[in-house]
């Protein structure tokens, strides 16, 4: 079975057709010498009005991912397919019409920053409906005040700039700017790690409550895995670049799969629950013998030279299989290792 075929198992909420399919990408950065592949071998389903958490370490790949599936950056291999179409092989025109549309919509942490300072909200939050070039202006103005309202925020914030409202006030504004265009995808990459803590939880409560209100699907990217707990759905795990877990979240969070996500939600004290192992107990000790394979080797698992619990079978990269019901692992020692971490 490759690992398309064990996403294509994992069925959404009442086994509807996935609104987002990554199959079997690759991503390449840089030319020449300084070529870096950064994705490899990405499958990843989404289905209408799911919330699913994208987690991994810095350089995992999760916001090349998320530039790939809005088409700012192309595959090498394999295909990117929204509502059925096959949105990673439109070209020149039938792209720039795609992106018009603003079916997909990315939110970044603190986006408003490389805008012009002198923008008003107004005008932040009307830009994508300008470019489209749809509506008059009294059309324009009504949905940017009800993309403002869906946020929490009004009218009185028409004119003023980024520089004279809060942090928080201004996420909620380049969310309502990414709503403003109709979506029906939300892609946010670190949404909140720059908030403080009443404010983080508002914009979670609020990202839940527009999935549910609106039938949005929210992809929400973090290296806050305790975030996630309690509006997520699903959790998928990027390593260098592959997806080496994809689960319902409460049971992943509760009894990882994978040794890699044991060792991040070991590493996150915001994440409790009674049977976590310690980091100790997942990290390879300085007196270990070498792994069967190490981090050069593109033929071995991606974690093998971190990993305790390798062995010779891990010389050989694991594909992504099935586990149980709507939950899927990459490692060969998945129902293994744990004991062995535990003796």
Not at 37 to 62: A, H, M, Y
Not at 174 to 194: K, Q, T, Y
Not at 196 to 219: Q, W
Not at 269 to 297: F, K, W
């Amino acid at each position: 079975m490759t690992a398309a075929d064990a996403v294509a198992t994992l069925r959404g909420p009442a086994g509807a057709t996935p609104l987002l399919a990554v199959e079997s990408v690759d991503v390449v950065l840089g030319h020449g010498v300084r070529a870096a592949q950064v994705l490899s071998g990405v499958d990843l389903r989404i289905w209408p009005g799911e919330l699913v958490g994208l987690v991994g370490e810095t350089g995992s790949g999760k916001t090349t991912l998320a530039r790939t599936v809005a088409g700012l950056v192309d595959p090498r291999r394999g295909r990117v397919v929204f509502d059925g179409l096959p949105i990673s092989r439109l070209r020149r025109r039938a792209r720039r019409a795609e992106r018009r549309r603003g079916r997909i919509q990315l939110v970044f942490q603190d986006p408003l920053r490389s805008l012009d300072p002198d923008m008003t909200v107004a005008d932040i939050v009307g830009e994508g409906l300008k470019i489209r070039g749809e509506a008059n202006a009294g059309e324009i103005r009504r949905q940017v005040l009800d993309a403002l309202d869906q946020v929490g925020l009004g009218a009185a914030l028409l004119a003023r700039t980024p520089g004279q409202i809060s942090g928080g006030q201004r996420q909620r504004v380049s969310i309502a700017r990414a709503l403003a265009v109709g979506p029906r995808l939300l892609i946010c990459d670190e949404p909140v790690s720059a908030l403080d803590a009443s404010t983080r939880n508002y914009i979670l409560r609020l990202l839940d409550v527009l999935r549910n209100s609106l039938g949005l699907s929210i992809v929400i990217i973090s290296h806050d895995l305790s975030s996630l707990s309690g509006i997520a759905d699903r959790v998928v795990v990027l390593y260098h670049g592959r997806v080496v877990e994809d689960g319902p979240v409460d049971q992943v969070f509760a009894a990882p799969r994978h040794p890699y996500t044991a060792l991040l939600l070991a590493s996150a004290p915001s994440v409790r629950h009674d049977r976590r192992l310690a980091p100790a107990q997942l990290r390879r000790a300085p007196a270990d013998p070498a792994p069967p394979a190490g981090d050069l080797d593109p033929a071995a698992c991606v974690f093998a030279a971190r990993c305790p619990f390798a062995a010779d079978v891990c010389a050989t990269a694991p594909a992504l299989e099935p586990v149980d019901g709507r939950w899927s692992v990459a490692c060969h020692r998945h129902s293994e290792w744990r004991q062995q971490a535990s003796t």
